[in-house]
């Protein structure tokens, strides 16, 4: 990190910098070395300003939502790291339609449905991460995804510091992917709900997390499913008749409940993740046939 970017932020950024700051405090693996910076721009304007210069000092940016589907590695990132909670942090509402920031907890949001007397976001009740990232990610479960939802993305362009908006048919939903380029900046984007009763919506958001926690471990630190369904059938399933469940490196354990998901059981390094992650591969693959690709981003330098 060069003085003149440690400067430059000084001058033009409003919101907190920590600089060396560990990312396994900002993981839900617990996991990850040291950014060079971690940014929390103070609003959309300081947020241009900060893109800007890193931009000019050529800082790689890295926008971290809740960090609940990411493995950063040991040795950390070399760059920018940037959290959104409090640049885009607003919900606002329009009848049916909601308008809700990138950096919004999950959690929130579907509260905030629920005492509005909105329903269409139960599905995701229980999902850890931010709207940003669930949207970069099309997060989902089995009762629906962010994309049923999703009637606009805003963002900014990393590489000419543009606002852009984008139709939700231009996002390029798929299952857990879209097309969005990583220079583009998830800002804020705009949900169709309906109305429904504070009632109704919460017992389904009780009934569907009621139904996640019986059978995933969302007490344990991991990062939820770590590798995408294959067509047709489900990785957890092929992981558990691979006979994986308890396989483990150093502090990271296949859970033994729901065999998709990697526990931290304590002390676990990114390493250690990325081995056991290779062990299931071959074992499951040996086994069944099946190549697993991963649903987790893993990011930084190990
Ligand atoms: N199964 C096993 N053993 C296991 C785990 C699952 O046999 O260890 C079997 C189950 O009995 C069931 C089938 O596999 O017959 C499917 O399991 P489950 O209902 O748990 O769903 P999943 O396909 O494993 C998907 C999403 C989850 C989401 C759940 C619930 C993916 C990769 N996973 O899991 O998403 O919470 O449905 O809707 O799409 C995530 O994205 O991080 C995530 C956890």
């Known amino acids: 990190m060069t003085s003149p970017f440690k400067q430059g932020l000084d001058k033009v950024c409003k919101g907190r910098v920590r600089f060396n700051e560990p990312l396994s405090r900002h993981t839900s693996f617990g996991i990850g070395g040291p950014c060079d910076a971690f940014i929390y721009p103070a609003d959309l304007e300081d947020l241009q300003k900060v893109l800007a210069l890193c931009k000019e000092q050529e800082v790689?940016?890295?926008?971290?939502?809740?960090?609940?589907?990411?493995?950063?590695?040991d040795g950390g990132i070399r760059g920018a790291v940037l959290k959104l909670s409090q640049a885009c942090f607003q919900i606002e509402s329009?009848?049916?339609?909601?308008?809700?920031?990138?950096?919004?907890?999950?959690?929130?949001?579907?509260?905030?449905?629920?005492?509005?007397?909105?329903?269409?976001?139960?599905?995701?009740?229980g999902i850890p991460g931010s709207v940003g990232g669930a949207i970069r990610g099309n997060?989902?479960?089995?009762?629906?995804?962010?994309?049923?939802?999703?009637?606009q993305v805003e963002g900014i362009d990393l590489e000419s510091g543009e606002s852009l908006c984008l139709n939700g048919d231009k996002v390029g939903f798929a299952y857990r992917k879209t097309d969005l380029p990583s220079s583009f900046i998830i800002t804020k984007a705009t949900f169709q709900l309906y109305r429904d009763s504070l009632e109704n919506v919460k017992l389904r958001m009780d009934e569907y997390f009621l139904i996640r926690k019986r059978s995933q471990p969302l007490d344990e630190r991991s990062a939820g499913c770590i590798f995408r369904n294959p067509e047709g059938s489900s990785a957890g399933q092929l992981i558990d008749e691979a006979g994986c469940k308890g396989m483990s490196r150093g502090g990271a354990v296949v859970s033994s409940l729901h065999a998709n998901f990697i526990i931290n059981?304590?002390?676990?390094?990114?390493s250690d993740v990325l081995m056991l992650i290779k062990d299931v591969k071959k074992r499951v693959r040996d086994r069944t046939g099946v190549n697993l690709e991963l649903e987790i981003e893993v990011i930084g330098e190990f």
């Open 60 to 73: 790689p940016v890295f926008v971290i939502g809740n960090g609940t589907n990411l493995l950063v590695g």
């Open 94 to 125: 329009s009848g049916e339609l909601v308008s809700v920031g990138a950096g919004v907890g999950l959690a929130r949001f579907l509260w905030w449905c629920a005492r509005q007397g909105l329903g269409g976001m139960e599905f995701a009740s």
């Open 139 to 151: 997060a989902g479960t089995l009762k629906g995804e962010i994309s049923d939802r999703v009637m």
């Open 265 to 270: 059981r304590g002390g676990a390094t990114a």
